[in-house]
């Protein structure tokens, strides 16, 4: 880790050299970044798409990753964090670290993604106080999701689902629901499953599998656990998802409502 940031820091400081000597620059108070150019960025957009943009959707607005066009990122204090974030991920969740692009490359990269921050803000389509309403009456969101502490935990959790995602993405989650479907690990997080057993048939969201066994919560929240001698038929359902589209339970005026709500979900209740 040391001699990763030891390098960066020649790359910084030679990069530094280089614009002191044409441009006359000597403020030391310089990140790495603020030297690079536009064509840097650019060439930042470019392995952006290639290398991130699996995960955090090709224009940054998110996806399995986390929403990028925000002024302030969670995990991201300064261009050196996140800098170390890049080449090293984030342990413990599915941010990978990324050493294809080579240091010259990551510098791109973190360029480009420090100015998806500085966008203008997405402006909410619709009125957030009459989306929370609708969210919790006739959408009936709250049999699936929660938002500070109440509703039930089938879908992921909301609370802060403004801070981590864009507004398209989130338009997209009720008009197409499983068209962009959270993972853990590189794991759908929500895969939905059928399967028929002695019992009966249930349907669900696996919550964990291995060899021999899988965990299975139903439509009420409870958790069924199965070994895979006793299931008859196991039918995995990518790319569908338990959520139903919104588009017809909802008018358009509505749906605007809702995502508004959706947006003002910053995690601080
Ligand atoms: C395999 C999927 C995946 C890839 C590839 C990936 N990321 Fe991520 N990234 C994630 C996830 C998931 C998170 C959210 C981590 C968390 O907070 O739980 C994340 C978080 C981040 C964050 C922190 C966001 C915050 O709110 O603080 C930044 C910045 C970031 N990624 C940038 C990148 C860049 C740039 C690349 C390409 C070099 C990249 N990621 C590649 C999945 C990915
Ligand atoms: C029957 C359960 C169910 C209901 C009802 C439901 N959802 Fe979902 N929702 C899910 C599941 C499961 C996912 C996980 C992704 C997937 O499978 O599409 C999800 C995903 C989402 C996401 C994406 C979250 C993320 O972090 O990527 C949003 C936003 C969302 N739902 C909002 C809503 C809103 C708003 C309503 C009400 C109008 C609603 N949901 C009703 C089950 C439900």
Do not use: W
């Not at 203008?120 to 699936?144: F, H, L, M, N, S």
């Not at 656990?225 to 017809?248: N, Q, T």
């Amino acid at each position: 880790m040391q001699r990763v940031r030891l390098t960066y820091e020649a790359v910084f400081l030679s990069a530094l050299a280089v614009l002191s000597c044409f441009a006359g620059v000597t403020s030391g108070a310089q990140s790495s970044l603020d030297v690079l150019d536009r064509s840097d960025l650019e060439e930042g957009q470019k392995l952006f798409r290639v290398h991130c943009a699996r995960c955090h959707g090709m224009k940054g607005q998110g996806g399995e990753g986390a929403n990028l066009n925000r002024p302030r990122l969670k995990h991201v204090t300064d261009d050196e964090t996140l800098i170390q974030i890049l080449s090293s991920g984030i342990p413990g969740t599915g941010m990978p670290g990324t050493r294809g692009p080579g240091e010259k490359g990551l510098l791109q990269i973190a360029g480009y993604v420090r100015s998806l921050g500085r966008l203008p803000r997405e402006i909410p389509p619709g009125d957030a106080a009459r989306g929370r309403v609708i969210y919790a009456t006739k959408g009936g969101c709250p049999a699936c999701h929660i938002v500070n502490g109440s509703g039930t935990g089938i879908g992921p959790e909301l609370s802060d689902v403004g801070q981590r995602r864009g507004l398209e993405y989130l338009k997209e989650s009720l008009l197409a629901p499983g068209a962009n479907q959270p993972s853990r690990q590189g794991i759908a997080a929500y895969l939905a499953v059928r399967l028929k057993t002695g019992a009966g048939l249930i349907e669900g969201m696996r919550v964990n599998e291995d060899a021999f066994s899988i965990q299975i919560r139903d439509l009420d929240g409870t958790i069924h656990s199965f070994d895979k001698r006793e299931i008859e038929e196991l039918e995995k359902v990518f790319g569908h998802s338990l959520m139903p589209a919104y588009r017809i339970v909802l008018a358009e005026e509505e749906l605007a409502d809702v995502v508004s709500y959706l947006m003002s979900l910053k995690g601080e209740s």
